[in-house]
T-cell receptor, first 113, second 115 residues
Framework: AQTVTQSQPEMSVQEAETVTLSCTYD???????LFWYKQPPSRQMILVIR??????QNATENRFSVNFQKAAKSFSLKISDSQLGDAAMYFC??????????FGKGTKLSVKP | EPEVTQTPSHQVTQMGQEVILRCVPI?????FYWYRQILGQKVEFLVS????????KSEIFDDQFSVERPDGSNFTLKIRSTKLEDSAMYFC?????????????FGAGSRLTVL
């Protein structure tokens, strides 16, 4: 069975600085997708970024980028130029052949002004 | 931008009562999901639904839960006899594809409080 581990329950970053959130996963599948979702206090799940496992190039969406290390099964999220609105829970998720997503426990990110 | 709509946003019920949570998925999506998030914990998969039947379900999705697509637009989650531990945020999601390539679009969630 696939698992997703987020080892940082909480992280803090100064506004305008860069922060990296860690995620590791375990799977025996070769074709899969990885996601980062953001959950602000409103509790809605918002897709931040997606990575296809067969692509070596790391995905980037504006200030958000990932460091995908397939051999190490690591999928970290880097947020550059952090903004107050980035404060939220961040969930790493695995999407494999079954279709449903498997989530990690989340990392609570605080942004200090 | 298309969105998944969930109602009610918050429901309070007495233990043992039946609850129906409603979702309107994105119109051209074919796969529907329910997830649950107990306060402070991770988001957990409950069930996926395709072509008017359950395609997968987790261990959480026991006999007290059921899902239905009563018409062309709504997708419902029914909890027959609620327990205190059913208190959680319930998220509906939909996607175009079934494989891991799909991007799930989530609704804003329905908060269920069981007293």
């Amino acid at each position: 069975a696939q698992t997703v581990t987020q080892s940082q329950p909480e992280m803090s970053v100064q506004e305008a600085e860069t922060v990296t959130l860690s995620c590791t996963y375990d799977t025996s599948e070769s074709d899969y997708y990885l996601f980062w979702y953001k959950q602000p206090p409103s509790r809605q799940m918002i897709l931040v970024i997606r990575q296809e496992a067969y692509k070596q190039q790391n995905a980037t969406e504006n200030r958000f980028s990932v460091n995908f290390q397939k051999a190490a099964k690591s999928f970290s999220l880097k947020i550059s130029d952090s903004q107050l609105g980035d404060a939220a829970m961040y969930f790493c998720a695995y999407g494999g052949s079954q279709g449903n997503l498997i989530f990690g426990k989340g990392t609570k990110l605080s942004v200090k002004p | 931008e298309p969105e998944v709509t969930q109602t009610p946003s918050h429901q309070v019920t007495q233990m043992g009562q039946e609850v129906i949570l409603r979702c309107v998925p994105i119109s051209n999506h074919l796969y529907f999901y329910w997830y649950r998030q107990i306060l402070g914990q991770k988001v957990e998969f409950l069930v996926s639904f395709y072509n008017n039947e359950i395609s997968e379900k987790s261990e959480i999705f026991d006999d007290q839960f059921s899902v239905e697509r009563p018409d062309g637009s709504n997708f419902t989650l029914k909890i027959r006899s609620t327990k205190l531990e059913d208190s959680a945020m319930y998220f509906c999601a939909s996607s175009e594809l079934r494989s891991g390539a799909n991007v799930l679009t989530f609704g804003a969630g329905s908060r269920l409080t069981v007293l």
